[in-house]
């Protein structure tokens, strides 16, 4: 122990946490603290809350939502949904967009039981409209791929797509909606349970500027 703390971290985080937030604070963390082992999966936030309570992990990072009161929920940053478009849509050249103007359209959505397709699902049925999803994808490269290749129109965070919009023919459209902005948060059984390894990468987490996704 005199080389300093030592001990593993199990992680399950969304991939919005995973593309956005999670590469730079871990490098950071590990640079501290090179003596910790952190192992992260990555999941949904459904699948992330279960496997928090079931101590299957020690930290989970997902979309604040009810997941039941066998884990406790702590804030971590704020992403925004986009919606992206092929260059060459009917959409591409507008700075905002309401998600009613892109119901007409095939999408491109996220792997079953996603956070965004369950949002996609409720907000289009609000409006009356059917989502016509062509095909479901469990990356965000993959989707943007898609995009790209004309399959059809996406909604990803948009720290998410800034990492594809320099190298894929694909344009950024703001989502007016009240849904787009979301909470990130951090999962956990409770403070008290965390070991002291597993306290220090929360409080690490925490102590980051809350800025929004870039």
């Given at each position: 122990?005199?080389?300093?703390v030592?001990g593993?971290?199990r992680?399950?985080?969304?991939?919005?946490?995973?593309?956005?937030?999670?590469?730079?604070?871990?490098?950071?963390?590990?640079?501290?603290?090179?003596?910790?082992?952190?192992?992260?999966?990555?999941q949904?936030s459904?699948?992330i809350?279960?496997s928090?309570?079931?101590?299957?992990?020690?930290?989970?990072?997902?979309?604040?939502?009810?997941?039941?009161?066998r884990?406790?929920?702590?804030?971590?940053?704020?992403?925004e949904?986009?919606?992206?478009?092929?260059?060459?849509?009917?959409?591409?050249?507008?700075?905002?967009?309401?998600?009613?103007?892109?119901?007409?359209?095939?999408?491109?959505?996220?792997?079953?039981?996603?956070?965004?397709?369950?949002?996609?699902?409720?907000?289009?049925?609000?409006?009356?409209?059917?989502l016509?999803?062509?095909?479901?994808?469990?990356?965000?490269?993959?989707?943007?791929?898609?995009v790209a290749?004309?399959?059809?129109?996406?909604?990803?965070?948009?720290?998410?797509?800034?990492?594809?919009?320099?190298?894929?023919?694909?344009r950024?459209?703001?989502l007016?909606?009240?849904?787009?902005?979301?909470?990130?948060?951090?999962?956990?059984?409770?403070?008290?349970s965390?070991s002291?390894?597993?306290?220090?990468?929360?409080?690490?987490?925490?102590?980051?500027?809350p800025?929004?996704?870039?």
């Amino acid at each position: 122990y005199g080389a300093g703390v030592r001990g593993h971290v199990r992680v399950v985080a969304n991939i919005s946490a995973i593309t956005q937030f999670l590469p730079a604070q871990l490098q950071s963390f590990m640079a501290l603290h090179p003596q910790v082992d952190v192992r992260l999966q990555e999941q949904i936030s459904t699948a992330i809350a279960q496997s928090v309570a079931e101590n299957a992990a020690d930290v989970g990072i997902l979309n604040q939502g009810q997941y039941g009161d066998r884990v406790v929920q702590l804030p971590y940053r704020t992403d925004e949904l986009v919606l992206v478009v092929p260059t060459g849509h009917a959409l591409a050249r507008r700075k905002s967009a309401r998600l009613a103007d892109a119901l007409p359209y095939d999408f491109v959505g996220a792997h079953p039981g996603s956070a965004i397709n369950n949002q996609l699902t409720r907000a289009a049925s609000e409006a009356g409209l059917p989502l016509r999803l062509r095909m479901q994808v469990t990356s965000y490269d993959a989707l943007c791929l898609m995009v790209a290749a004309g399959l059809g129109v996406g909604v990803m965070p948009r720290g998410s797509a800034a990492l594809y919009k320099g190298s894929q023919p694909i344009r950024v459209v703001t989502l007016n909606e009240p849904w787009a902005h979301r909470q990130l948060v951090l999962c956990v059984r409770s403070e008290e349970s965390l070991s002291s390894v597993a306290r220090l990468l929360v409080d690490h987490l925490r102590a980051q500027p809350p800025n929004s996704a870039p």
